[in-house]
């Protein structure tokens, strides 16, 4: 995966890490070299002494990078135009190893918004993974849930996670099929 493209980086403190795929969580200590490989919707893959890692882009100052911010929502935003928001955020989770995002890729099925007593917004996302034992899939549905949340008004964020149907091929976007090649 390390790459002439890569970009070469010395982290700037210790940082949580996710090893792509196994999933599992470690610690990345400040002053270690990586290899920026993919950086996509403010998350980012890096390459280091020969693994992949994810790391979350509100860790993003450890590689020297700007952390990610909430979007803008304007006042008054209505529940429509607040959807389209939340789909856009979505937009911005990717697979660690594929170079598409999730929405395009076919994962995400459903997005519902509902308001609590207190006017609050509670989101509901229903999506799956391109296999069920992916070692990639809590942690997407954790950066889901992650982006989801930070959208201001979200008082809940739910992920359902579904088998049924079962991905394939055909549910990727035209957008997502050409950048990956399968026509």
């Known amino acids: 995966m390390f790459s002439q493209n890569s970009e070469p980086v010395v982290l700037k403190r210790d940082v949580k890490a996710i090893v792509v795929p196994a999933g599992m969580e470690v610690d990345l200590l400040k002053d270690s070299l990586v290899y920026i490989t993919q950086a ?6 890096i390459y280091h002494e020969g693994n992949l890692f994810r790391i979350a882009g509100v860790d993003a100052d450890a ?12 006042e008054n ?10 789909w856009d955020q979505i937009r911005t989770c990717y697979d660690p190893e594929i170079p598409v995002n999730i929405v395009d890729l076919g994962l995400i099925y459903d997005c519902e918004i509902s308001r609590n007593g207190e006017g609050k917004r509670m989101v509901t996302v229903v999506m799956t993974l391109t296999a069920p034992g992916c070692g990639m899939g809590e942690i997407l549905v954790e950066d889901v849930r992650e982006k989801v949340s930070i959208i201001p008004t979200v008082a809940e964020t739910e992920i359902e996670l579904v088998f049924d149907p079962p991905w394939n091929r055909e549910m990727m976007s035209e ?3 050409v950048e990956l090649g399968i026509m």
Do not use: C, H, N, Q
């Open 77 to 86: 935003t209505s529940d429509e135009d607040f959807k389209s928001i939340v």
């Open 63 to 74: 590689l020297g990078k700007d952390p990610i911010k909430p979007p803008p929502l304007p």
């Open 40 to 45: 996509m919707g403010g998350s980012f893959t």
């Open 175 to 177: 957008t997502a099929r």
